[in-house]
């Protein structure tokens, strides 16, 4: 078995394939294999987290009809030929990665799926809120000084919002000491830059390998989208009625999206 | 003492050649390195060319009306060009060979095509220009200048990371620009949609806002500024969630779900606010100053 057979059946081993035999031979290479090894266990744990998310944040048919077309575009996926174990069966063939050229890299692929759930991420952070907030938020203007809908964008200063709300730790034990615009000041931009996530660390490493010269500059970019994040959610969370930094933070999370969506198209 | 002065003359003048032969050698191998290569394919109406270079300037300008003509120089024999035309359309590329990198990996190509074509290109470095014509357009580039002028009638749609975004003249387009932290200039720019989005990059817009459009710039911490002539006819809505907003215009108040926050947000129209005018920012400025 070639690594190209590997890239082949993999979607099919990962859906249980119907071949004990096939499936041996498919577990001898990726033994025998480094680079088939790092890309069956990237799919794996994509796999598995994917699952876990729930419905309600899956995005709609459209993005993946839009990731599949794309794919497909770029030549890296097709539409198979109906293999003699489907035939006859309502089961139809998934599209298959196409094998590699000799200058196309396949182990990035992973990147689509990723921005497309960095979008889903995003609009599902939009779309959740934290009810016992919003109630308490909503509480005055019930009592009949504001006839204001729920949705409508709260005029409230982020001081007061932030005393509001409940922080996380390292913020309230910021506040003990810090005048109100310190307060917004720490709570917008964090002092501590936290650890790349596992997404990100594994795209950085990607771009290192295909575009070294581009790495400082994407790994600058990340940094700074993902501060733009964090800062919108800060707001978000002293302000969960704010439609508007909702948006903003979809938005943040569009722009991380493109980061990756660019990476994949350029180190293909 | 003159037999001394002598031989350290000599030993300047033969380190002086030396150094002149290596720079020359070095000089006339960068010059051999490059080739220049000329494409030339015959092609109906809207024509469908793509080109994408890791590194290199990508120039395109109008042509005859059923050819195009694409001329490559690359900068080493480290690169190679893929072409395939496939009926209408066309595929130009960058073939970096093992261990390329910038700037042995550069290619800059200038294209001549028919004024109606699609176009797509991308190159990580650019710079990308695109002028005269009324296809559409797709402009990819991480780093690239992206300049594109002179443009009507089409879909112009540009994605950079840090690149610089000018759009001059550009009239009845669908445009979409998105960047992460470059500038988005606009002048002269009109259309049914002008959507502009730079999380850190500040966008500036010098126009009228035409006539029955949607114009919407959004930006993280980057400053908004529309410089608009005293007759424009639009409705504006701004806000910026931490950043100041100002405007110098006696706009009408408009009724809007949307509330006002003095020095935040305003809302109001100008004319008969034939476009509608959107600009968000999370903590930039926003500016809407009279020309």
């Known amino acids: ?268 | 003492m003159a037999s001394l002065q002598q031989a350290r003359f000599d030993y300047t003048m033969v380190e002086t050649l030396a150094a002149t032969l290596v720079l020359a050698t070095c000089l006339s191998s960068a010059v051999v390195a490059e080739t220049k290569k000329e494409y030339r394919y015959t092609v109906g109406p809207n024509a469908n060319i793509s080109v994408d270079t890791q590194y290199g300037a990508i120039s395109v300008k109008p042509g005859s009306d059923n050819e195009v003509v694409v001329s490559a120089t690359l900068k080493s024999d480290d690169v190679e060009v893929d072409q395939q035309q496939n009926g209408n359309r066309i595929g130009i590329a960058s073939h970096l060979l093992r261990g390329t990198d910038q700037p042995t990996g550069q290619v800059d190509y200038e294209l001549l095509v028919p004024p109606d074509a699609t176009i797509n290109l991308r190159s990580s470095s650019g710079p990308l220009s695109v002028e005269h014509l009324r296809g559409d357009l797709t402009l990819e580039g991480a780093d690239a200048v992206v300049n594109v002028r002179n443009v009507e009638n089409g879909h112009v749609h540009v994605w950079t990371m840090r690149g610089p975004v000018t759009l001059t003249d550009v009239r009845n387009g669908h445009i979409e620009i998105n960047s992460i932290s470059g500038d988005v200039h606009l002048k002269s720019v009109t259309g049914t949609l002008v959507q502009a989005t730079s999380s850190r990059g500040k966008i500036f817009y010098d126009g009228d806002f035409g006539s029955a459009g949607d114009y919407k710039f959004t930006t993280h911490s980057g400053d908004i500024e529309a410089l608009v002539p005293a007759d424009v006819s639009a409705g504006f809505r701004a806000h910026s969630l931490l950043g100041r907003v100002q405007h110098d215009f006696p706009l009408q108040p408009k009724h809007s779900r949307f509330s006002e926050e003095v020095g935040r947000s305003f809302v109001g129209t100008s004319g008969q606010a034939a476009s509608e005018v959107v600009l968000r920012s999370f903590s930039g400025k926003i500016r809407l100053k009279q020309r």
């Not at chain 1, 090894?37 to 995005?59: C, F, G, K, N």
């Not at chain 1, 000084?145 to 964008?153: K, L």
């Not at chain 1, 310190?182 to 830059?193: I, M, N, Q, T």
């Open chain 1, 1 to 268: 078995m070639t690594c190209s057979d590997v890239q082949r059946a993999l979607p099919e081993i990962l859906e249980g394939a119907p071949d004990s035999a096939f499936a041996t031979e498919f577990e001898t290479h990726v033994k025998s294999c480094a680079d088939c090894s790092d890309l069956v266990s990237d799919v794996r744990l994509i796999t598995s987290d994917a699952r876990q998310l729930a419905a309600s944040e899956e995005p709609s048919p459209r993005v993946w009809l839009r990731i599949a077309a794309e794919l497909r575009a770029e030549g890296l996926i097709s539409d198979p030929a109906i293999r003699p174990e489907f035939a006859g069966t309502s089961a139809a063939p998934r599209p298959i990665l196409v094998p590699d050229s000799p200058r196309r890299r396949w182990s990035a692929w992973w990147l689509a799926p990723v921005a497309a759930g960095l979008v889903a991420a995003g609009s599902y952070v939009v779309s959740h809120k934290p009810a016992p907030q919003v109630a308490r938020q909503q509480a005055p203007a019930t009592s009949g000084t504001s006839s204001a809908p729920a949705t409508t964008p709260v005029a409230e200063t982020p001081a007061v919002a932030a005393a509001s709300v409940p922080a996380p730790a390292p913020q309230r034990m910021a506040r003990k000491s810090a005048s109100p615009t310190d307060v917004v000041g720490s709570a917008v931009r964090p002092a501590v830059e936290p650890a790349p996530s596992a997404e990100d660390q594994q795209f950085l490493s990607v771009v290192s390998t295909r575009a070294p010269s581009m790495r400082a500059a994407y790994e600058n970019q990340l940094q700074a989208v993902n501060a733009d994040i964090r800062e919108t959610q800060a707001y978000v969370n002293r302000n969960p009625g704010d439609m508007d930094a909702r948006q903003h933070l979809m938005d943040a999370y569009q722009q991380k999206a493109l980061l990756y969506q660019m990476a994949l198209d350029r180190i293909q």
